[in-house]
């Protein structure tokens, strides 16, 4: 298992991917909007993506990453917003690869941390996470305001 950057040369198979991953939190399937969304994204360098390569050349996963800041630190931060693994692929190590890249990315960026949100049903990751040193929040809600247009 390999770790690159997600770049628009790979937008077909980073498309396919994220397609799927909207698709597992009940979106329809809609390829078209998945490409434009992950086009736009890279083509503003409003995201960074880092791909899964498996041994045989073919992209199974992947995770995005938006920068953000913390006021109370004055200090960068990076929200790990997206992962997903192909299920064909799951338990390779593709979702450990992509952590731990993700990490070594905030790392080098000079971060002070990643974070991330996961719905409570999603159990199997998060067990990932906490394997991997995640540390799931208590002290604090997270509240959502939906903007109607």
Known sequence: MRIEVGTL?????ISRLF???RVF??????????????????AAGESHILVAIDGD????????????????STAPIWILNDLFVDPQARRSG????LLTAAHDHALASGAIRLELA???????????YE???WIKEQEFFRY????RR
């Open 94 to 97: 593709a979702g450990r690869a």
């Open 118 to 128: 996961t719905a409570k049903t999603n159990l199997t990751a998060q067990g990932l």
């Open 19 to 21: 397609d799927a991953y």
């Open 144 to 147: 959502q305001l939906p903007v």
């Open 57 to 72: 050349d073919a992209m199974v996963g992947f995770t995005q990453l938006y920068p953000c800041f913390s006021s109370v």
């Open 9 to 13: 040369k790979r937008l077909e198979a």
């Open 131 to 133: 394997s991997q040193g």
């Open 25 to 42: 939190y009940g979106q329809a399937s809609d390829v078209s909007r998945a490409r434009d969304f992950i086009r736009e994204r890279l």
